[in-house]
């Protein structure tokens, strides 16, 4: 066993080894609930630790926080320790960062609008082609005006502008209508009553500190508390997971052939990241799986079932643990034989049996060889983590994360001009001309009203001139009207 290797666990007390140099062609742990699944995940975390790889690891039931302090001994563990070899195990804790969207269980995990992209963001607003395509023209429109869409309030900001300048829109954009614009902006108030508001905005976390190993080398667990976000905003926790493989694909350079990877990824509840989601997002996720590998980077997704995974996801997962099924209709029993199928076989091995009859604790493991290729299953028994099983209380917690070396870097959010302010003040500008125009208006209407008749000498007359028109006036209406009495006399005879 080479230093980069994980004791996953032993059958017939031979180890069974996830290698380093696979680790970067991803992985599964599947099984009923209580069957084991979050100590296999942890066994994992603090192999990748040990061997100085970083860890970003999804905390959906609150009970991974463990992994910071050390495990007590007990006689289950010295039972498996028996039967497991496992050299250099010691009961100790790992390097842990704590995050949270929130901002209450840890350090403020937040991103941009315009980071997180339409695509994903059309799919958390559950959008419909047409809203879709109006959002892929905010984005586009954002660009070409130079406008940053960095939190919710600026993207809510430009689209209320583009419906003001929907008609001179539409021959670059196509049709903006009010109903498209106010159906995402419905959207973005439910982001907000669930608090997810939070996510979006500066500073933006860096990928830099969720890729970073202690003093003594070991990679530290990056450990996102989900419990409150799946809770009760599942899509946005499936959108920030999207994201987070998105730009990592996206800025990391390439790292060719390596003994370990640079960077492995924890994703529970894997099911979120795929239900509802449409085909292109779930296109992108296929494309960004194969393809990240080549970055160094290794996906391991933890759910309920593999078939929570599309096909074109699951047959690129190297490791697969596979914890107890149980049979209680005919769709498990179908379950059943799919999980059975996706093995290689071993003789003498019933796996479609065995699966319903594994204990907790055990699992059917099928790993990469060192030329890649997919080892006959074992029936292991999951070595005992080093780390304490369950979680820390409120006071170890806080402790940690008030020694933390990002401690301040996220705390406070950072409100800098972006789309709102300018689009604001270009309307404060716009109304400032408006208002500047009808002053002058009615200025030149005054102007106007007040300026002398054409042939007036002067704008007031004196008494005595008014007398004198008035009677001129007199005059010439006397004369006028005895000429016309004349000649219409003259025209009567």
């Known amino acids: 066993m080479a230093a980069a290797d994980i004791v996953i666990g032993a059958e ?3 180890p069974v080894l996830q290698l380093g140099a696979m680790s970067n062609r991803h992985g599964l742990i599947a099984g009923a609930t209580g069957t084991g699944k979050t100590v296999t995940l942890q066994v994992l975390a603090e192999g990748f630790s040990r061997m100085g790889v970083p860890v970003f690891a999804a905390d959906v039931k609150g009970d991974l926080s463990g992994i910071a302090a050390p495990g ?3 006689r289950e563990t010295d039972r498996r320790l028996g039967l497991i070899p496992h050299e250099g195990y010691q009961q100790r804790g790992y390097p842990v960062a704590f995050w949270d969207v929130y901002g209450k269980s840890g350090h403020p995990v937040r991103t941009t609008v315009s980071e997180m992209g339409p695509l994903v963001l059309a799919n958390l607003l559950e959008l419909n082609d047409t809203q879709s395509g109006v959002l892929y023209a905010a984005f586009r429109i954002a660009d070409e005006q130079g406008l940053l869409l960095l939190d919710l309030k600026d993207l809510k900001a430009l689209l209320a502008w583009m419906v003001e ?8 954009y196509g049709n903006i209508t009010s109903a498209s614009v106010g159906a995402i902006q419905r959207g973005l108030l439910v982001l907000e009553e669930q608090g997810a508001d939070q996510l979006f905005g500066e500073p933006a976390v860096s990928l830099s500190d969720l890729m970073q190993t202690d003093f003594s080398g070991n990679g530290v667990v990056s450990l996102l508390d989900a419990t409150q976000l ?3 905003a ?3 926790y499936a959108a920030l997971l999207l994201w987070l493989m998105s730009e990592l694909f996206e800025d990391l350079p390439e790292a060719g052939d390596s003994d370990r990877p640079k960077l492995v990824l924890f994703f529970d509840e894997a099911h979120l990241l795929f239900n509802g989601a449409p085909k292109p997002l779930v296109d992108k996720i296929e494309q960004v799986v194969r393809l990240i590998r080549s970055k160094g980077v290794g996906v391991y997704f933890v759910s309920q079932s593999p078939l929570d995974i599309p096909e074109s996801v699951l047959g690129q997962l190297g490791l697969k643990v596979e914890h107890a099924l149980r049979a209680f209709t005919p769709k498990d029993r179908q379950v059943i034989k799919s999980v059975a199928q996706g093995f290689r076989a071993k003789p003498g091995v019933d796996v479609e049996r065995i699966v319903t009859e594994l204990e907790t604790g055990e699992a059917l493991v099928s790993a990469l060889d060192a030329k890649g290729a997919p080892q006959p299953v074992s029936r292991a028994l999951i070595a005992p983590p080093e780390s304490r099983i369950g979680p820390l209380d409120a ?3 806080a402790d940690r994360i008030a020694r933390s070396p990002f401690k301040g870097k ?7 001009e972006s789309a709102f302010e300018l689009l604001k003040a270009r309307a404060d500008r716009a109304s400032a001309g408006a208002a500047e125009e009808k002053a002058q208006a009615a200025a030149a209407r005054d102007a106007k009203a007040a300026a002398p008749k054409p042939g007036a000498g ?5 008494a005595g001139e008014a007398m004198m028109a008035s009677a001129a006036r007199a005059i010439g209406s006397s004369l006028g009207r005895q000429l016309i009495r004349g000649i219409l006399g003259s025209l009567r005879k």
């Open 12 to 14: 017939d007390k031979q």
């Open 72 to 74: 007590k001994p007990n």
């Open 165 to 172: 300048q929907s008609a001179e829109l539409r021959a670059a």
């Open 230 to 232: 799946v809770q009760t």
């Open 234 to 236: 599942p899509r946005v």
């Open 395 to 397: 006071t170890e917690r």
């Open 410 to 416: 996220y705390d406070q959010g950072i409100d800098r």
């Open 458 to 462: 002067r704008s007031r007359q004196s």
